[in-house]
């Protein structure tokens, strides 16, 4: 049986005659610009407008030269730009005017893929007969030409072209693709032999393959023609380098799609763009709040310091235990409960008792801070060896709010924050209004790009793939303890007197003059009610310690009496 044809039956039909002197003039200027042949020779199929010869916009030029200029593109882009029609342009020029050239399109899904060589089609279809120098055949996924080079479009699986070299790998919406990382690790090998790329995508949140592919290219200001670390050259394509796309464009279209979607599909912004556990603004505070440390020092200088412990200051730190070899690291974050700065944090691979040791000279330098350590198997293993080290200040989760830092164990009590699923919501829950109403103040880059990568995953908050969450985990169980039993603590020092003036009040959000606040107007109705909330429990509160204080003394009492 003869073998299928390739295609759909349908060859085009190529009139072999000899071109004039003129043609072989245009084939030659055609053959030396991707530019040049698009305006003059390929046609596309717009919406509106029907088929039209493809006058490119001056954006579109400068991606099309820095295709043929640079071997690796990475193109960061709003909505609906032409760069499927562009770069399907610049791969009908490649294939019909180089030999033997291999052109991988990687879609999100088939029609996507099948869309991309409908645009190819209806260039090469289109194209004067003079001007198709070599036969082609296609089928809805490939185009291949008789000068040995082909265009193939398939939808992103993991085991994408991995066999096959290549001359150019196009990876459209690259943000969206499923196991991008995969497949990158896959096809980057086969670019080995010179072959190129062109990664095109919206962002879809800070974090993943196509996020670190564009922060790799960053060029710092370096120039139009110049590439990142990572051999990327960079191209950023907001809503506006559209000619046709004015502010009535942008104000009706972000209407329509919201705050997100308009990060996401018009302003080219990573960070507003994904689902991050904390919201953007705040984000972006973390950002600008950012210090460098005075100083590293510790094991492996992995120990950040910003501020030494100052006198009558309280300070809490809250931990979180690695195994000490793994992927993991083991954490800690020193908060100055007196203002509510970070004022030194650790992240390191230590072995647990390791890290009993660290705690012991932190915890003892910082005013012997309240230590309270995620209680897994590892922080298990921390805190027997800081009991064994006499550590004087472990917090215990039974402990009573009025003793949790003189409360004396007894042998059901259980040291250090347990994490089961309702309790690690609970402290996430505390750490993100410490971080939104800046109760807290981080200052670590380290910290930070955890925080960028944090996500809302199957309704779960965590870090994406191949990204850390363990010094939000120290952070957020050092937020819950402050939270929960020293809400107080600052208002009390404010009204002892005991607060210099360069502090944050606790509730600085909440006052109306707040400068936390200006530009906004007003505060937003919900932390009116978070204040009257917060207000009354303080009162609560305050009346409940005053009676379990009495109790308290009455066993201390006891204790003595029965000794
Ligand atoms: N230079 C141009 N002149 C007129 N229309 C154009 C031009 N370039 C592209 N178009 C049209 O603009 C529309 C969008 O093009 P295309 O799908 O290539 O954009 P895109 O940036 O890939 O969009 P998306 O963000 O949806 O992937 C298409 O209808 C296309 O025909
Ligand atoms: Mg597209």
């Known amino acids: 049986m003869p073998a299928p044809a390739f295609g759909n039956g349908r060859r085009a ?12 003039e245009e084939l030659k200027l055609c053959a030396r610009d991707p530019i040049y042949f698009a305006n003059k020779y390929c046609k596309i199929k717009h919406p ?8 490119t916009y001056p954006f579109q030029d400068k991606c099309l030269r820095s295709f043929q200029k640079h071997r690796f593109n990475i193109v960061l882009k709003s909505r609906q730009l032409g760069l499927s029609t562009i770069s399907a342009a610049y791969s009908v020029w490649l294939a019909l005017f180089r030999r033997d050239k291999n052109i991988l399109v990687i879609a999100t899904k088939l029609s996507t893929a099948k869309n991309f060589i409908i645009k190819v089609a209806k260039i090469l279809d289109n194209l004067p007969p003079w001007m198709r120098i070599c036969d082609y055949d296609k089928n809805q996924q490939e185009v291949r030409f008789e000068n040995g080079s082909q265009i193939k479009a398939v939808p992103t699986t993991e085991d994408a072209g991995r066999s096959e070299a290549l001359s150019l790998l196009i990876i459209d919406e690259a943000a969206f693709v499923r196991n991008f990382e995969e497949i990158w690790a896959a096809l980057f090998p086969t670019l080995s032999e010179g072959g190129g790329a ?21 060029t710092n200001g370096l120039g139009d023609d110049a590439v990142g670390d990572n051999g990327f050259h960079p191209i950023r394509l907001p809503w506006d380098v559209h000619p046709e796309h004015d502010q009535d464009y942008f104000e009706a279209t972000s209407k329509k799609l919201g705050p ?5 599909e018009l302003l080219c912004d990573f960070l507003s763009s994904g689902e991050t556990f904390l919201k953007a603004a705040t984000v972006s505070w973390l950002n600008k709040e950012q210090r460098p440390p005075i100083s590293r020092e510790g094991p492996e200088g ?5 501020r030494e412990p100052e006198k009558n200051h309280k300070y809490l730190i809250g931990a979180d235990v690695a195994r000490g070899d793994a992927n993991d690291n083991s954490t800690f974050v020193v908060i100055d409960m007196t203002v509510g700065d970070v004022v030194a944090e650790y992240q390191g691979k230590i072995y647990p008792d390791g890290m009993a040791e660290v705690l ?3 915890g003892r330098r910082y005013n012997t ?3 309270a350590v995620e209680a897994n198997t590892y922080g298990n293993h921390t805190l027997i060896d800081l009991k064994k080290l006499g550590y004087p200040n472990i917090f215990y989760r039974t402990a009573p709010a009025h003793s949790v830092e003189k409360h004396y164990a007894g042998p059901k009590d259980k040291a250090g924050f347990d994490t089961q699923t309702a309790s690690r919501m609970e402290a996430l829950v505390r750490f993100e209004d410490s971080m939104r109403c800046h109760v807290v103040t981080p200052r670590s880059s380290r910290y930070y790009e955890e925080v960028q990568s944090f996500v809302w995953l199957d309704e779960k908050p965590q870090a994406k793939k191949n990204k850390r969450d363990d010094l939000i985990m120290a952070t957020a169980i050092a937020c819950w303890v402050y939270r929960t039993y020293f809400e107080n603590y600052r208002l009390s020092c404010k009204a002892n007197g005991a607060h210099s003036s360069t502090e944050k009040p606790l509730f600085a959000y909440m006052s109306r003059t707040s400068t936390l606040f200006s ?7 919900a932390m009116t009610s978070d204040y009257q909330r917060a207000r009354q429990a303080h009162a609560e509160a305050q009346e409940k310690a005053k009676r379990l204080q009495q109790a308290a003394q009455d066993d201390d009492q006891l204790k003595w009496l029965l000794s």
């Open 13 to 24: 039909p190529v009139e072999k005659f000899a071109p004039t002197p003129s043609q072989v």
């Open 48 to 55: 509106h407008r029907g088929t039209l010869l493809l006058k």
């Open 198 to 218: 062109i990664v095109l995508s919206t962002p879809n949140g800070v974090g993943g393959q196509y996020y670190d592919l564009w922060a790799g290219s960053e």
């Open 260 to 264: 997100r979607k308009t990060a996401q």
């Open 302 to 306: 992995a120990v950040w310091v910003w």
């Open 360 to 362: 012991d000279l932190y």
């Open 369 to 371: 801070a309240l230590v």
């Open 519 to 525: 530009g906004y107007g007003r505060p937003p109705a």
